[in-house]
């Protein structure tokens, strides 16, 4: 059973950055397929970014992040953080780290899921 537990969240101005981490025990995040998502109030959650698994450095993005986030993982630490930058108050939304056995999806089937932390962009 893997736990995830993301952190890096809070309050920040319209074109400013975050750093999002989430940090999983009981599983290494080598083996998995790992992915961000995002839900805003009153919305449906959303895929964000994802990495491939083990040692692969595909990545894939949403069309609204691509240039302005980064997924990357350190199979080290048994991390894996979004770099967020220039950020608009339409990022708003709590975010959330999953992660999947097998091939890398923007589909919310994910195995394992985090509780989420919580970005606020303020205009």
């Known amino acids: 059973q893997v736990q995830l537990v993301e952190s890096g969240g809070g309050l920040v101005q319209a074109g400013g950055s975050l750093r999002l981490s989430c940090a999983a025990s009981?599983?290494?995040?080598?083996?998995?397929?790992m992915g961000w998502f995002r839900q805003a109030p009153g919305k449906e959650r959303e895929f964000v970014a994802g990495?491939?698994?083990?040692?692969?450095?595909?990545?894939l993005y949403a069309d609204s992040v691509k240039g302005r986030f980064t997924i990357s993982r350190d199979n080290a630490k048994n991390t894996v953080d979004l770099q967020m930058n220039s950020l608009k108050p339409e990022d708003t939304a709590v975010y959330y780290c999953?992660?999947?056995?097998?091939?890398?999806?923007?589909?919310?089937?994910?195995?394992?899921w985090g509780q989420g932390t919580l970005v606020t962009v303020s205009s």
């Open positions: 999953a992660a999947r056995r097998g091939t890398l999806t923007n589909t919310p089937a994910y195995d394992y």
């Open positions: 009981g599983g290494t995040v080598s083996a998995y397929a």
């Open positions: 990495i491939k698994w083990l040692y692969s450095s595909t990545t």
